[in-house]
């Protein structure tokens, strides 16, 4: 028996699909596989209140587990409240709602072994059919991309003492660097819970879990904040696009239809995916969902207008990376916080017009001229040495 849908990977935007299918065309057969035991694994996933519109906030809010007014950004030389909405989505709350809504929709505590555009094969050897299968299970290296890396781990603490913040703190970079731009995320969900993320973006060898613990403990002491418990540990390493060659990449997943990670729908520069799953969500509920190949010739030219719409933020990224020390990263991000809020919230959105790239481009730059011009330059793969040839 032959399902309308099955979605391989029960994360965060199969999981939108499957909830956002179930509520718009309620009449499609949609099965969703996960391989843990609960949808959407150890995460916290979070955005702007201008990333979204309207609609899109109104169907979400029921995973939304808290929301503020404001956030904070501090650099040694700069601090600023901007007054911008954000929210914060848990995978925990994200099973919570979706689960349950989705019953036999969704099987967990299975594992893909191979899939088609129109079939799966589970690891236990049961195959299903369906008249469309999209592959959304996380992101999948491609040597026709240039990533950077956004390496970080979370603690969910219970402090002793309430910890005195009203808002979110994105960025904290006074702290020591290292190998690259390193802040610390800081998310106050109650007076006394807070979750700590020590993030790093680095080109390649990430510090050690343990090395992120220990700068958790430091942050806390410099706060002046006790752990009394840890709630919930989450780490990850989330992709930072530098440079890709599209077309090549299209042809290698030619005729699969691709979500999330895995199809490269995050903000390129941030890392912020949740957004992303969103629109492909609305999307892909206003599409015909019974012809394989026609939905996949869809999707290609859907992400081949994302991949194009990004080209700013991947120049931003080449720059970051590539030109000056890893060291002096921050006085790149801390520049950019100095700007006007409206740009700074189109920046997150996605949505930066011309105005906004020349504003962001003018001036006096925080890194060598002439290394920022090379690494703008370096816009394909080619640019860039294979992993044999890179200097150890």
């Not at 979110?168 to 020591?176: E, G, T």
């Not at 998310?187 to 700590?196: G, K, Q, S």
């Not at 962001?360 to 002439?370: N, R, Y």
């Amino acid at each position: 028996m032959a399902h309308d849908l099955i979605l391989a990977g029960g994360g965060l935007a199969n999981g939108l699909i499957a909830w956002r299918l179930q509520q718009l065309r309620p009449e499609l057969d949609v099965l969703c596989l996960e391989q843990h035991t609960s949808l959407g694994g150890n995460h916290t996933w979070s955005f702007h209140q201008q990333d979204l519109d309207p609609l899109q906030q109104h169907w979400l809010e029921p995973l939304v587990v808290k929301r503020w007014p404001a956030y904070h950004v501090h650099f040694p030389d700069l601090s600023r409240r901007l007054d911008s909405g954000y929210a914060s989505i848990t995978s925990e709350r994200f099973a919570e709602v979706i689960t349950p809504l989705l019953g036999p929709a969704l099987r967990t505590g299975c594992t893909v072994q191979s899939l088609g555009p129109g079939q799966v094969t589970l690891t236990d050897g049961e195959q299903l059919q369906a008249k469309l299968v999209i592959d959304g299970r996380g992101a999948q290296a491609s040597p026709h991309r240039v990533l950077g890396q956004q390496a970080f781990l979370g603690q969910l603490l219970r402090l002793r003492e309430p910890h005195g913040l009203v808002a979110p703190i994105l960025m904290d970079a006074r702290v020591a660097q290292g190998a690259g731009y390193r802040f610390v995320y800081v998310l106050p969900f109650t007076a006394d819970t807070v979750l700590i993320e020590d993030t790093h973006y680095v080109e390649r060898d990430a510090p050690t879990p343990a090395q992120m613990r220990a700068n958790i403990s430091d942050y806390l002491t410099v706060r002046g904040w006790a752990s009394e418990q840890l709630l919930r540990e989450e780490q990850g390493v989330l992709p930072i696009t530098l440079a890709g060659d599209f077309d090549a990449w299209a042809a290698q997943h030619a005729g699969q239809p691709l979500s999330g990670l895995r199809a490269g729908l995050f903000h390129c520069t941030t890392g912020y995916s949740l957004p992303e799953a969103v629109r492909l969500a609305d999307w892909l509920a206003r599409q015909p969902l019974d012809d394989a190949p026609q939905l996949s010739r869809d999707l290609q030219h859907y992400l081949k207008q994302r991949w194009q719409q990004q080209g700013f933020y991947r120049l931003l990224n080449r720059m970051l990376f590539l030109a000056g020390r890893p060291q002096q990263r921050w006085q790149v991000m801390q520049r950019f916080y100095r700007l006007p809020e409206p740009l700074i919230a189109r920046f997150y959105a996605g949505q930066s017009h011309w105005r906004d790239r020349l504003r962001i481009l003018s001036g006096k730059p925080p890194v060598p001229v002439d290394q920022a011009l090379r690494a703008a330059l370096r816009h394909s793969p080619r640019h860039f040495p294979t992993p044999d040839e890179t200097p150890s």
